[in-house]
Nanobody, 119 residues
């Protein structure tokens, strides 16, 4: 069964850190571009960070540059999002997605994990 399962969310004070994990099962994420998205309360889903199949050049939303780091461990079939210097505006449900572009595009999504930044 194909699954992406996020974990590591929770409640954290402003200025704190969290590390989100996204574990894949039923497929190898080595062949997939991995992306973290988030959806703040009452807002649209937005891209947070993306990493290509072999690592290397990453992409970040301007709002998280310098604070968040995306990484992948293909051997563990897992992608991470290290979030530092968290702000209340980072509060959202965070989702990971896997995309493989080929003859047909394949997309997988996780169920999301809640991150709340509040004092």
């Amino acid at each position: 069964q194909v699954q992406l399962v996020e974990s590591g969310g929770g409640l954290v004070q402003p200025g704190g850190s969290l590390r989100l994990s996204c574990a894949a099962s039923g497929f190898s994420l080595s062949f997939y571009v991995m992306t973290w998205y988030r959806q703040p309360p009452g807002k649209e889903r937005e891209l947070v960070a993306a990493i290509p199949t072999a690592g290397g050049s990453t992409t970040y939303a301007d709002s998280v540059k310098g604070r968040f780091t995306i990484s992948r461990d293909n051997a563990k079939n897992t992608v991470y999002l290290q979030m530092n210097s968290l702000k209340p505006e980072d509060t959202a449900v965070y989702y990971c997605s896997a995309r493989r572009v080929g003859v047909r595009t394949i997309d997988y999504w996780g169920q999301g994990t809640q991150v709340t930044v509040s004092s």
